[in-house]
């Protein structure tokens, strides 16, 4: 009986845990980390936090509800004081939201980018999508919108532009989390003059890597909508931004760098994509690739995180997150020789790949 009682509890866990990914984007959009942040972090009251969110009167009696259930997920701490409400404050994981204008802005872009109704409406026509032999519906996302989501992003329009805004900031302010990681990595930088950041976006880690090391000169790759929609403050001659589509050209370098973008497509397209880069390198150059390398760690979390993901790229892209294997089988089939790969942030890799 206790054991069914354990199992009902955990699958009700299970079955409203999208509350909490939506609890999260919510507190996001109402500026809720950034209130606490500067109330000290660990010391705001609900009257410091409703003084500082956009909540209305009416609305205002359900707040101690969201904090509650918040806390109690793990994204706020709450201490209790005796006839009062209690006093809320920052943990490890909503410290990295915050934008303390010292490391980035934090990972609220990333997070809204991932909540989007983008995302969850394709996740939402998985069961549809697996019963369905269309081939056109190629994945859920196409099922949910109509076409894939690089058609979305490059169509036009209002919509597009904000898909687009959505999109590129949050991966500028995951490029920024990682920047640290990447340039510590020192012994990957070796020898390299010349970099291209291919699908770089805003040029984030590019730069960053500029800065880390002044000899190499970095460029960023990348579909001309995104090149267009890069902010003009962004482009202030450190990186050279150059629009065009990797499956045809990628410019020469010493070495290409993928950051997460392999992981969006089907095994052939990662070989059209390898073998370009392994035209575009100089003698004696590589490939950096930084993406997910499933099973990598020992942890249960980080494989929890690393298979979330797949299942991401399934409702959203033709691709998938891969093991050493299929890793070690694109690679071959692209006409590289030789690689080595290392964790790096836990659940992601850094692989340096040889013609």
């Not at 054991?3 to 009700?12: F, K, R, T, Y």
């Not at 109402?30 to 500067?38: D, K, M, N």
């Not at 070495?255 to 392994?278: F, G, M, P, S, Y």
Request: aromatic share 6%; net charge negative.
């Amino acid at each position: 009986m206790a054991s069914n009682v354990e199992a009902h509890a955990e699958l009700c866990s299970i079955t409203f845990g999208y509350l909490k990914s939506m609890a999260l984007d919510c507190a996001i959009k109402l500026g809720i980390p950034q209130a606490i942040h500067l109330c000290g972090g660990g010391g705001a009251s609900l009257a410091d936090i409703l003084a500082a969110v956009p909540v209305p009167e009416s609305r205002r009696p359900y707040l101690p509800r969201l904090m509650r259930f918040l806390a109690a997920s793990g994204i706020f701490t709450h201490v209790a004081s005796a006839g009062e409400e209690g006093l809320y404050g920052l943990t490890p994981v909503s410290r990295l939201l915050v934008d303390d204008h010292s490391s980035g802005g934090g990972l609220s872009p990333f997070v809204l980018s991932q909540t989007s109704k983008h995302h969850v409406g394709a996740a939402m026509h998985l069961p549809d999508w697996f019963q369905s032999d269309d081939p056109a519906l190629e994945t859920p996302f196409t099922m949910a919108h109509g076409i894939d989501l690089w058609g979305v992003m490059g169509r036009g329009g209002d919509a597009a532009d904000a898909m687009n805004r959505l999109f590129n900031a949050g991966m500028a302010s995951h490029s920024s989390f990682m920047v640290d990681f990447v340039v510590c990595e020192r012994d990957v930088f070796e020898g390299v003059a010349s970099l291209v950041d291919v699908g770089g976006g805003s040029g984030t880690l590019a730069r960053a890597i500029a800065r880390a090391f002044p000899h190499v000169k970095c460029s960023v790759l990348d579909l001309p909508n995104v090149i267009e929609s890069i902010p003009a403050a962004d482009v202030n001659g450190a990186v050279d931004y150059i629009a065009g589509d990797m499956m045809n050209s990628i410019p020469s370098a010493d070495a290409v760098l993928l950051k997460h973008v392999l992981h969006d497509w089907n095994d052939e397209d990662c070989v059209k994509i390898l073998t370009q880069c392994r035209k575009a390198i100089h003698t004696g150059g590589k490939v950096i690739i930084v993406d997910v390398l499933v099973g990598s760690s020992p942890s249960k979390d980080m494989l929890q995180v690393q298979l979330q993901l797949d299942l991401l790229m399934m409702a959203m892209t033709a691709g998938k997150e891969r093991d050493e294997q299929q890793w070690r089988k694109i690679f071959m089939d692209a006409g590289f020789s030789n690689y080595k790969t290392r964790s790096l942030m836990g659940f992601t890799s850094i692989t340096q790949l040889y013609p």
